[in-house]
């Protein structure tokens, strides 16, 4: 397990392109959000600095599909250079065989892909958060963050209750334009409440301010009634909305994407979205060892003319064909628990097995 000779010589020689590719590939996800960008300027009359700032906030969410691409174009050019100049030729003569020549590159793609947790998991939630707040306060100068929310709790009698709101004031922890219904154990309509603002206690409990309340009796009468101040345990704190209020969980890290699955409020559709992701976040990044893997076999064949142009185009090739079949694991992934866990893993498990195939057979036919 010592680094010898042969191991700094072959990371030197990744150095160099994948330098380039994480250059060339970063400079394609600046160039595709900048007509975005322009628009918040002249559509939104948003000042310059505040779209600078939104966009070097949403940059870490880029990084580790960045990281993983590089790590692919690297392998590819740099040993598309060792075997056009004859250097595997004369390392195999040497009685090094491809595996052990693939080892320092195949090191390297793993230690990448912890690199790409660790930014996915601590750096780009951060990240979000700020761009999110930047764009919806500064720009767009909106009083709050977030989407609709919807929470379920399961009441005493056996009934439940259903609160939503159209957005989460994360400064003053408030629920906006909230209504709240609570059924009996035939999902009959027992209490509506309405109100403009909820306020957090610390707690599941919630002040309503000015509610109006309608009270539905048996005998199919209501009672409608006005109160300043109303509270209702809505069984969710103001910490898991603001979760909520950061959208898709997508934007979340693993551990925000579990306490929001451990509050019991999602449904079955929700869920299966939730867990997927959960389980892909955790996946996604050993796409640098894979793709590592899978370039080496590649990368051993000589390209005559063009080799950074032809590589380049392979490169982009291999990860579109990646991440149509990690769109489609995903989606499959979101009907069960299990799916999620195994379709999750899916594309990399696919694309090692042909990695490992390629280059068994470029071994068994260099001897």
Not at 41 to 57: L, Q, R, S
Not at 317 to 342: H, K, P, W
Request: proline share 4%; hydrophobic share 45%; aromatic share 10%.
């Amino acid at each position: 397990m010592r680094v010898t000779t042969l191991d700094r010589y072959i990371v030197s020689e990744l150095i160099g392109p994948f330098g380039f590719g994480l250059s060339a590939f970063m400079l394609i996800f600046v160039a595709t959000n900048l007509l975005a960008l322009g628009r918040l300027i002249t559509e939104d009359h948003a000042p310059f600095w505040a779209v600078i700032e939104y966009f070097i906030w949403g940059l870490p969410q880029v990084v580790p599909y960045v990281i993983s691409m590089a790590m692919l174009l690297g392998v590819l050019l740099s040993l598309q250079r060792l075997s056009g100049e004859s250097e595997i030729t004369a390392m195999k003569a040497g009685g090094i065989s491809l595996e052990r020549i693939a080892a320092p590159l195949l090191v390297v793609g793993l230690l990448l892909s912890f690199l790409t947790f660790f930014i996915e998991q601590t750096i780009v939630p951060f990240s979000n958060d700020r761009a999110t707040e930047i764009l919806q306060v500064t720009i767009k100068h909106a009083t709050s963050l977030g989407t609709s929310l919807t929470v379920y709790t399961p009441l005493p009698d056996g009934g439940k209750q259903l609160t939503a709101a159209t957005a989460y004031d994360a400064t003053t922890q408030s629920l906006l334009n909230v209504t709240v219904i609570q059924y009996d154990r035939q999902s009959v309509p027992q209490l509506i409440v309405f109100s403009d603002r909820a306020q957090s206690k610390g707690s599941t409990d919630w002040t309503f301010q000015n509610a109006r309340t309608y009270r539905f009796d048996p005998d199919g009468s209501s009672v409608e009634s006005t109160q300043q101040m109303l509270t209702v345990d809505i069984g969710e704190g103001p910490t898991s909305l603001l979760k909520r209020a950061k959208g898709a969980p997508q934007e979340m890290s693993r551990r925000e994407i579990a306490d929001v699955i451990r509050t019991g409020q999602l449904n079955a559709y929700q869920r299966g979205q939730y867990v997927a992701e959960y389980q892909s976040q955790l996946a996604r990044p050993f796409a640098c060892l894979v793709f590592a893997l899978i370039a080496i076999p590649f990368g051993l064949r000589r390209v005559r003319g063009g080799g950074t142009s032809v590589g380049f185009g392979l490169a982009v090739l291999i990860v579109f064909i990646y991440y149509v079949v990690m769109t489609i694991s995903n989606s499959v992934g979101t009907i069960n628990d299990f799916l999620a866990v195994v379709m999750a893993w899916f594309p990399n498990v696919l694309f090692f097995a042909i990695g490992v195939y390629l280059l068994r057979r470029a071994s068994y036919g260099a001897n």
